[in-house]
């Protein structure tokens, strides 16, 4: 026999009795009102190793919970952590949805997932937000085009997306998805100017853009690490990322490289404006 808080415990049969009806057991064990009903009772528990084995230290923590909540207000106890109420939407470096939802995307492109030259735009942020990269990555071959931009930026965005645009044969891409940070401000000098459609994902919804979100994963690791200093970065050396990237077979592509993909979409008429 063994006492526990005044409770006499039978450790051979493992019964826990204290003369008055059981509200609970668990592997045959017994536990009493009396034994969970005051706080005395309750912290002044010495529960053995044998005891918890049979899982009766599951039920008194069941217990200990519910008499604890007699004496404090829990209510009233700190959060632990950064919390935020249901429906709470991050708004933080965000303009709510700057442009076109995607449901209009789908009513102008209704074979979207199935055809090429749609593009999905982030930008990927430096150590302590010391400068920045901007990522295009094109749905149907994987293929992904870093820019160099160095500041995250709106005035840094259009100049480095329309250079690369000014270059590109038109009609090649034909929608740009983007992320909603302020950086994307200036989408509609973007889309007046070069006559491509831009879009919006949802506020706080990175999962419409999963193929970008997933790319800049594989770029941090690739060499745009969260530890670097992005904001003076060569363009060689970003080329070069880039290039690794796509120059890696995916099994999604069946083992062909994100550029051998993207090549096959090259028609003459393009080489002859590269």
Known sequence: MSLIGGTAVDLGDMAVTAGVATVGSMAGTSITTELLGGATAIFGLAITPTLLTAGVG??????AAMAVSKFIDVTSLPMKGKRHPNGYVER?????RLGRALSERHQDYPNYHNEFGHLEAD?????KHRGAVMT?????????????????????IFEKLDALLSVTPKGLFKSITFDNGKEFSKWKDIANK??????FADVGAPNQRALNEHTNGLLRKDGLGKDMNLSDLPTDYVQQVASYRNNIPRKSLNYKTPLEVFMKYITNEHVVFF
């Not at 599951?58 to 217990?63: A, E």
């Not at 933080?92 to 709510?96: I, L, N, S, T």
């Open 92 to 96: 933080r470096g965000k303009a709510g």
């Open 58 to 63: 599951v039920v008194i923590g069941i217990g």
């Open 136 to 156: 295009l990555v094109e749905r149907k071959s994987k293929a992904v085009i870093i820019l160099n931009t160095r500041h995250k930026t709106d005035k840094a």
């Open 194 to 199: 070069h006559d491509i459609s831009t879009y």
């Open 123 to 127: 930008t990927i942020q430096g150590k």
